[in-house]
């Protein structure tokens, strides 16, 4: 049964300090973090810090990262489930790429996200188009990359938001056979600052390296699947054959047509 208010003193103690201390460990001295012990969305947070003059005018990258989020959002307009227990993290950069890049930065973020929970969990993280991290057959973690562009089309800034389950968690009915967390998965409790800093470090370093596509696809397990395209106005059976360069799932029709799928509107639905 989900209890709201399971006790989240058997999390690990996620402030200021401990984040600072494990991003200097990672030679991230220099790196922007807002923290928040609570807030409604890091996504939000970021953005509207993009919109004020000092980061117009300044730039730099920066983090948010929260213990506690009361508005936490999904992609497809769905909430993430944000009670205390997790790691709530968003990236705010300015991006060198165009517009279509929105899916390769997710597809790398969650290549590099991946490596740190395995790194510090020693589960096995497979990835779920586009932006799904999986354990064991279920969501451990998720991400949402949104962006803004200027009258010409040009990308003014992106956000990529991650959210990942850390500590065992009673998840709601609904998320219950679907959603899992790190602690259940390993047994380990590791430590949110440590994790964050990881992933900042990833970010830092591996954000526009379009190599990592070829470990998207190796952590994918979509491809070979038979699936279901869930399109805002209707859904079909396909089969996913592969992700190409830039991060699109090609997926092959049932009447032999072959599709490439980048719009943030899809969602996939694995046969069982
Ligand atoms: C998804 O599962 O569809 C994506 C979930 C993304 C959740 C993260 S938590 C940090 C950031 N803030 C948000 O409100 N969302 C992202």
Redesign the pocket.
Known sequence: MHDKNRNISDCDNLTEDSIVSCFESESLHKAQVFFFDETD????RAKLYADTSQWKENGEPAFFIAAK?T?????LG?S?L?DGRGL???YLFRPTESLGSVLRYTTRAAVIAARAVEELSGCEVKLKWV??LYVSGKKLA???AEGRTDASGKLEYMVI???INAFATDFPEELSEIATDIESESGRKISRAALAAKIASGLCSYLSDSSLISEYRKRSFLIGERVNVIKPTESYPATVIGIDDDSALLIKCENGTIESLSSGEVSIRKFN
């Open positions: 969305s890091t996504n939000t989020q508005a936490g959002r999904g992609r769905r993430f944000s709530y993290m968003t932006n799904d998720g991400i949402l938001g991650i959210g």
